[in-house]
């Protein structure tokens, strides 16, 4: 699941927070351990224009990213959900397997500073439910599931 950015042609997530002008990189890898659908990653940068820019890579498909800009008030909500859920300070949701099914990869980074949870949005549990609950409201395009076929 980690590597999967890098296998789709996406630059290290901590890089990518670190070029010039960003204020804040945050990814979704989304991860389907049945095979049904195709995994995906969802990156949103915010730079210091105002401009906030979300990224959408399919595994198997052979395009760019889907490019789309958000308006600075979609993606707000998802950082008061992470500064409310106190993302910084968590860990991995507590008592995942393999078998669970969709599992996401939730990072942010600022800077110098990467952190970065595995959750399973099917089973959302607080503090984890805040994250799951932002993500689909204000990220819909991030989410988008597209099957394998």
Known sequence: MIQLPARLGLSDLAAAA??????????VVVYHGRRRLRHSVARVIETQLGAVEL?????????????????????EPVHKALDTARFSRLDDQPGLSSDDAPLWLVQRATGWRLHGVILAPDKPELPY???VNAIDACLPAALRELPLR
């Open 18 to 27: 670190r070029g010039s002008g960003v204020i804040a990189a945050l990814q």
């Open 129 to 131: 439910s805040r994250i």
């Open 55 to 75: 990224l959408v890579a399919y595994e198997g498909i052979d395009l760019s990213p889907l490019r789309m800009t958000l308006r600075n008030d979609q993606i």
